[in-house]
């Protein structure tokens, strides 16, 4: 977050008077400076004060965006890297995160365990699918009664400003919120703000390629169900799903 301030300078020479009229000439010009600078110091703090209430004002997501990523999984001595795309539209309550391979995500490695399989997640009208397209298997996880709704664009506004940092040479602000885990979010620090990454401890680390970045869904048709993807199809009994459906 920056801002910058124009300070005026005073005069630094007045118009030439008699003796006794310049002496009362002067007295005059510093007590209008003096009260002028007193002015121009108010001023400065009281943009001051709104520029750090601004910065410090946790960021709110656009309504949709998409952008490609990269992840890190660790599990004890496991560990694993993964790309993807994720695809948010608030606006129809629609998510879908792709992953190349689901192997390490908690949801889709609770279905098809220790395989090395893409996986997506689907969320839409209320509910979280899991969808495995090379074993053209897909199930209903959970609903948004029990957690698996879209992410409110707001979902950040309880966060705690961290700082700013500099990541791959990108000047970002991070924000900690607490969830299941904590979570340290990171932002691009100008004003379009744009989602850096996020980093959920202790075991997962996503971070956005900023070049994919869009501000909207290119294609409206990503979050269409296959046709396989039902609610009476519920994910196995021994996975994530199951207590969360309950």
């Given at each position: 977050c ?68 990269k ?5 004890l001595f ?18 879908r ?20 399989t893409?996986?997506?997640h689907f ?27 879209v ?16 990541q791959?040479g990108?000047?970002?602000?991070s ?10 979010y ?8 744009i989602p ?27 979050f269409r ?22």
């Open positions: 920056f801002f910058f301030l124009m300070i005026r300078r005073p005069p630094r020479s007045t118009q030439s008077r008699s003796s006794a009229a310049s002496d009362v000439y002067k007295r005059q010009v510093s007590t209008q400076s003096t009260w002028g600078q007193f002015q121009e110091m108010k001023y400065i703090l009281l943009v001051a004060i709104f520029a750090l209430a601004v910065c410090n004002q946790p960021p709110v997501w656009p309504n949709q965006w998409q952008a490609t990523f992840e890190t999984n660790v599990y496991l560990r694993g890297e993964n790309t993807g795309t994720y695809y948010y539209d608030w606006t129809n309550r629609n998510t995160l792709d992953r190349d391979n689901g192997k390490f995500d908690r949801y889709c490695g609770s279905v098809h365990k220790f395989q090395d893409p996986c997506t969320v839409t009208e209320g509910k979280r699918y899991l969808h495995f397209p090379e074993k053209n298997d897909c199930c209903y996880c959970c609903d948004s009664a029990h957690g698996c709704d992410l409110k664009p707001d979902w950040l506004s309880a966060a705690q400003y961290t700082g700013n940092s500099r791959d990108i000047e970002v602000e924000w900690t919120i607490q969830g299941l885990q904590k979570n340290i990171y932002n691009t620090a100008d004003e379009r703000r850096f990454g996020i980093d959920q401890q202790p075991n997962n680390k996503v971070f956005y390629n900023l070049g994919s970045y869009q501000d909207s869904i290119a294609d409206p048709s990503v169900l296959p046709e396989i993807c039902r609610p009476e199809n519920t994910c196995p009994t021994f996975s994530v799903c199951t207590p969360l459906r309950d």
